[in-house]
């Protein structure tokens, strides 16, 4: 009896932060609308907010689990900070590469405050650019030296508004241009 009641306090301590660990996993069905956009699942795989009928015809917003995985970033809440200094929308259903059309938002994604302190999505941003065959490091540089030509350049480069982006893959082979796209053009 001796050895269970010395071994009780460690088993309950270490069932304890097993527990915890359970708990505080971050699962994006599990977040609230107004923090879903922008954040990683313990999984790894990106939360997106999507919009559904509810009871009485009412559309509700819910926070669903995306395929696309973020490599080496898990467990995140993008900060307020970053979603004002990127100028992007926490209320937006579904992100797709035709924001990148609209010069507002490539001067908010490419401006000090966006570019050099909101890792989570200047990545996401950078791989729906790739997927459009643009460079987003390059298309910052063109909107620092020449925001008029870094724009006529990304309209020249075929992207074109499309389908909302759910299903991708990013990894680090998936941040360049696909091999069938044209290469963007030298600033």
Same mark, same amino acid.
């Given at each position: 009896?001796?050895?269970? $009641?010395?071994?009780?306090?460690? %088993? ?24 879903? *956009?922008?954040?990683? *699942? ?53 992100? &797709? $590469? ?27 941003? &950078? ?43 990013? $990894? %680090? ?7 069938? %796209? ?6």
């Amino acid at each position: 009896m001796a050895f269970f $009641s010395s071994k009780l306090p460690l %088993a309950l301590f270490l069932s304890s932060l097993f527990l915890h660990a359970a708990i505080s996993e971050l699962v994006c069905e599990n977040l609230p609308s107004n923090v879903c *956009a922008f954040a990683i *699942a313990s999984s790894g795989k990106r939360c997106l907010l999507e919009t559904a009928v509810g009871g009485k015809g009412i559309v509700e917003y819910q926070c669903r689990t995306s395929e696309v995985v973020v490599e080496g970033k898990s467990e995140y809440i993008e900060t307020d900070q970053c979603v004002k200094a990127c100028g992007v929308d926490r209320k937006a259903v579904g992100i &797709s $590469s035709d924001a990148l059309l609209e010069p507002q938002v490539t001067a908010k994604l490419c401006s000090p405050d966006c570019y050099q302190k909101c890792p989570n999505i200047i990545d996401l941003y &950078s791989n729906l650019a790739a997927g459009e065959g643009v460079s987003l490091p390059d298309l910052c540089e063109g909107q620092r030296t020449n925001p008029h030509r870094a724009m006529s350049e990304l309209l020249s480069s075929g992207v074109a508004p499309g389908p909302v982006v759910t299903d991708h893959h990013y $990894s %680090a082979e998936s941040t360049q241009a696909p091999s069938s %796209a044209p290469a963007p053009a030298p600033l």
